[in-house]
């Protein structure tokens, strides 16, 4: 009995870990935000990049969700979450990107 838990917390912990980590996922690339602040939006593997400015984050992936997590910066302990319209698009409630090519 005890194995059985043992094994079942393992495979939970690997199902949620496996979901969290440095992938952008969807979100990989370069991304031009349109709407109130217009940039260039950069998303590499742990990192975001925008305006030359470099931030440590965690991605999740949610179905066709993203979420931003941010562990440093201005935006440390806030999380964004980005809804993939398609593959060029994503929309939070700030800011939608469209993938530059």
């Given at each position: 009995m005890k194995t059985l838990r043992v094994t079942s917390v393992f495979c939970l912990?690997?199902?949620?870990?496996?979901?969290?980590?440095?992938?952008?996922?969807?979100?990989?690339?370069?991304?031009?935000?349109?709407?109130?602040?217009?940039?260039?939006?950069?998303y590499r593997a742990g990192e975001e990049e925008a305006m030359g400015i470099i931030t440590n984050v965690s991605y999740e992936s949610r179905g066709k969700d993203?979420?931003?997590s941010y562990k440093d910066g201005m935006m440390k302990g806030t999380s964004i979450r980005y809804t993939m319209v398609n593959a060029d698009t994503a929309r939070s409630e700030l800011v939608t990107l469209v993938r530059r090519k």
């Open positions: 912990v690997l199902i949620v870990s496996s979901c969290t980590g440095s992938d952008p996922g969807a979100l990989a690339g370069n991304w031009q935000a349109a709407g109130i602040l217009p940039m260039k939006v950069t993203v979420i931003v």
